[in-house]
Structure formats: C-alpha cells, structure tokens
C-alpha cells in the first residue's frame, strides 16, 4: 500500500492506541481475556478477501502492527453488523499471526451479516468486541484424555482452533476424532488445512467426512475412502458416533458446533447447559460434563 492508504485504514486503530495511552484517557477499556479486543466495540478494517468456494468467503481484518488477536482456545469474537445484528465468529487464524487476523464467513441467503460483508470494500471498517460469554472451554481441557468433535458447515471454524492448538502443542499427545457434516463434498470448508493437519498428526487425528441433504443418501460417484479422511454419507447420527468417537468416560470430552437443529438432535440448545435425555448424545451414555457446546 501507499503510505497514505495504510495510514487511512488504520486510523481507527492508531486513534485507540493513542487514547490508551495519553494522559487524560476518554474512557478505560475492558477486556474478557486476554485477546485484545475489548469488551466494547472496536472498529478494524477490512484488509483482504478471499473467496473459499461458492458460498464461503475468508476475511482478514487489521490490527496493529506486530500485534496478535491472542485470543484464548477456546474462544469466538462478536461483530456487528447493520441493524446492530450481532454474530458470533470464531477465527481460523491462530495467535502467530501479527498484524491481522482471519475470519471464514459462509454466506446465506438473507444473512444480514455475511451479505454485509461480502459486499463491504477494502479499507472498510467492521466493528468487533469480545465478552466473556465467547470464553468457551479452555485449553488444556484438563482430565481429558480423548478428544471428539462433532461439526457441520462453518461450525468447523472452533474445532479448526481447537485442533490448531491440540495438535500444535508440545508434549500434547492425546487423540482426537473430527466428524465434519455438509451438504456436499464442494461445501467442506477448510478441507486442504484438516487434510494437511492429518498428515502431520503421526496418526493423532482421525477425521470422517459426512455429506449429504437427508440421513439416507447414496454415495456420490468418487466419493470414497482417502489417505486422510474416511467418506460417508447421510448426517452426522448416534450409529457414526458411536462407530467413530471415543466412548463416554469422565476422561472424554465432546465438542459440538452446527445449526441450532444439529444441536437439538445431538445435545439440546447451544445455551443450555443441560444434556436432555431425549439427546443422542444422552442415549450414547454422555453427560452434561463430557459435552462442550461450541
């Protein structure tokens, strides 16, 4: 960029840092974590897009230089959107990266907030905040001894953080099982980094890939078995979890993020703490304590 480009998109940024920092401060930031967006909002530019597939688009957004996002695992950030519509958004950059980080944001027809930003131009400020309700479960998941994750769409952005961090830290040595739902296999987002992460993992993470529209379906042409990830159909149901992930026990421990209809099905409301009987993951013989609801 030109110099004085740079200097525009980053005065949001440049003005904060200086009202933190002078001597009579306007106002005392608050913070939920250590990440190091405040507890209200925040604007930060738009600094580069890149389309994913058909319907999926990744966003990185600028701090200042050097800085990192560090926010902890697990844990998502808030952004808003007009109307004040207010979404939940979990990065898929982890805390190495400086200067920026990295939302993947799937569009829906009529989503207030992913249209906003895919129509929004570089340069364009988008305002973020982070509470202490996005503070999810927390790394190291201490007692836990397997992992499993259960996702569906853009609900692969927490357990891609969590993986990140599970399988990228020294001396972490634990198992971890990923079933990954979509409607088709050109809707899997993030599909060459799980690949990439299974290849590098010494046989650590096991990832099964679930397509289709309805629980019954036939397998598409080619969709078959790979050196990394094993291919199968219909949803993601108590028959695959209990085939694929580790049995309940208080050293298990099972994530969970999709639509609020594949949390109803799998463990009830995604703000309710309680595991209804009714659940699969209930019938699988999971408590409350063995589930986190991304």
């Known amino acids: 960029w030109g110099s004085c480009k740079f200097v525009k998109m980053f005065r949001p940024l440049l003005n904060i840092k200086r009202m933190c920092s002078a001597a009579s401060v306007e106002y005392a930031p608050e913070y939920a974590s250590s990440c190091y967006l405040p507890t209200s909002w925040l604007?930060?530019?738009l600094l580069q897009r890149q389309e994913v597939n058909h319907d999926s688009t990744r966003y990185s957004f600028g701090l200042p230089p050097e800085q990192?996002?560090?926010l902890p695992v697990c844990a998502c950030i808030l952004l808003r959107g007009p109307g004040d519509v207010v979404r939940p958004y979990t990065p898929v950059s982890d805390n190495s990266m400086l200067g920026r980080f990295d939302l993947l944001v799937?569009?829906?027809?009529?989503?207030?907030?992913?249209?906003y930003l895919h129509a929004l131009p570089l340069g364009a400020t988008v305002q973020f905040k982070h509470i202490k309700f996005n503070v999810k479960e927390q790394y190291p998941f201490a007692g836990r001894q397997n992992v499993s994750m259960l996702c569906a769409g853009s609900g692969i952005t927490p357990m891609y953080q969590a993986l990140l961090k599970?399988?990228?830290?020294?001396?972490?040595?634990?198992l971890v099982t990923l079933l990954v739902g979509n409607k088709s296999a050109k809707d899997i987002l993030l599909k060459d980094e799980l690949d990439s992460l299974v290849a590098t993992s010494a046989g650590r993470l096991k990832l099964v890939h679930v397509i289709g529209n309805e629980?019954?379906?036939?397998a598409?042409?080619?969709w078959v078995d790979t050196s990394t990830f094993t291919a199968e159909t219909g949803w993601i149901d108590q028959v695959k979890i209990a085939?694929?992930?580790a049995p309940p026990s208080d050293n298990t421990l099972v994530f969970v993020c999709g639509l609020p209809g594949m949390y109803e099905t799998l463990c009830g409301p995604r703000?309710?703490?309680l595991l209804p009987e009714e659940s699969i993951l209930a019938r699988l013989g999971y408590t409350a304590s063995m589930v986190a609801k991304m």
């Open 215 to 218: 629980p019954n379906v036939t």
């Open 271 to 273: 703000t309710d703490n």
């Open 43 to 45: 604007q930060l530019p």
């Open 106 to 115: 799937k569009r829906y027809k009529g989503g207030i907030v992913s249209q």
């Open 68 to 70: 990192s996002l560090q």
């Open 220 to 222: 598409p042409a080619g």
């Open 243 to 245: 085939k694929y992930c």
């Open 166 to 174: 599970l399988l990228g830290t020294p001396g972490d040595k634990r």
